[in-house]
Every structure is written in C-alpha cells, then in structure tokens.
C-alpha cells in the first residue's frame, strides 16, 4: 500500500521529509480507501501483520484506515505514540530508505515478510500481510511480483496480491518466494498479460479511494 496524500514538502514546518504529515484530504482518501478495503476486497483481505514505514505519513495513513491489526495494537501499546506492544505491527525506516533506491525494493520486501511473518500450513495461510510505503519503490515491487508493468500505484492505493497456486506444499514465505522464483524464471512469455497468467503472485485487487481500478481512471485522486 502507498500512502495517502502528504504536505508538500516545500512546506518549511517540516525540515524533513520523513515529517509530513497527511493533508486533511489524505486522511479522507485514507479513511475510504480503509472502507474499500473491508467492502470490495472483503475480510479475506484484512491484513493480520502489518509492516510500515516509519514515515509519519505512512503512520498516519494506517490510523486513518482503522484497520483492525491498529485497533490491536493500540490497545496493547505501552507508549502514547501507539507505537509499543503488539508484534503484529512494525515500523522500520528501512522500509522508507530503500523506497527510493532502483532495483532493491521488492528483494527487501521478500526478506522483510521471510524474516517477519510466521509460518503456514501446507498450501492455505491466513496470514495477511501488509506493506505500506512509498513510490518509486513500491509500484516497482508490485510490477516486479506480477510481471505487469502498467500497474501505478498514486496515493492512497493498495495492491491485493495472491500466491498462486503452484506446490503441492509451502511451509515456510521462504519457500514460497523460491516458488516464485521459479515459476517466473521457467516462463518463455513477454507480453505482460500472459506474464501476469504466469507469475507467482496475482493481482486480485487495485484500491483507491474511489473503489477498484484494475484499469479505470482515478477520478479526483492526484497523481504524485
């Protein structure tokens, strides 16, 4: 997920860019975008760990959405910032530095989920897990796990991706990124739909604010 809209940041209250905050229509583009979740994708798709930039704006996108892992980790927090307790909620600045670096967003996203997540059972997993950080990084990763490369990813959108259906067994994300690996390296194809039929990783869902856009317009949402 990328965040949702931020201060400029020409804006001199914030000497850093890692402190913007969300404008006050960001958080109305956060707040749908958390609805379209839970009514379009439905509660297959509410995310179970979360793993966050530790932007503001980032922080600031997840309280908006009022996503239930939130609401788990604020009622464990120990700190005013909502930023202690639950394990299922982790920010790291490394998710914010590495967005903005060619080529290595999406090899730091696999180690990430590897490292972070647990493990699941044969071929079903319940666990959902959520990235949400920036551009260019992002849209790239996305583009680099389904083999599509028109997927934009503007402020306040999420990507669904599935693991498709491949091994007759995955026990560990380890194994199942290996899957892909291999799946995407057997395949002869170029053309980004038939890359997309064969990739490891399928794109079910493209959320806006304004509901799903697997290829529709982005109505009032700002490109940038």
């Known amino acids: ?5 931020a201060e400029e940041a020409i804006n001199p209250k914030y000497s850093r860019d890692i402190d913007r905050p969300l404008t006050e229509r960001g ?30 704006r980032t922080k600031e996108t997840l309280v908006a959405m009022d996503l239930e892992c939130m ?37 730091h996203v696999e180690h990430l989920i590897v490292g972070e997540s647990e493990t699941f059972d044969k071929e079903q997993t319940d666990e959902v897990v959520l990235i949400c950080g920036h551009n260019r990084g992002l ?13 934009e990813m503007n402020v306040a959108s999420l990507a669904c991706l599935r693991k498709t259906k491949v091994a007759k067994t995955r026990e560990t994300w380890e194994q199942a990124f290996e899957e892909g690996k291999n799946a995407s390296s057997s395949s002869s194809s170029s053309s ?3 890359s997309s039929s064969s990739s490891f990783w399928t794109l079910e869902h493209l959320l806006d604010p304004n509901g799903q856009c697997l290829d529709c317009g982005w109505g009032d949402v700002p490109r940038g």
């Open 27 to 56: 958080v109305s583009y956060a707040k749908k975008l958390g609805e379209n979740l839970k009514t379009i994708a439905g509660e297959e798709w509410a995310p179970t760990r979360i793993i966050c930039s530790s932007a503001k």
């Open 192 to 194: 980004s739909s038939s």
């Open 71 to 107: 609401k788990k980790k604020k009622e464990s927090a120990t700190d005013k910032d909502g930023d202690g307790g639950d394990n299922a909620v982790l920010f790291l600045g490394s998710i914010y530095h590495y967005a903005g670096m060619d080529g290595v967003f999406g090899s």
């Open 139 to 151: 849209e790239e990763a996305v583009r680099e796990f389904t083999g599509l490369s028109d997927v």
């Open 1 to 5: 997920m990328r965040h949702s809209e």
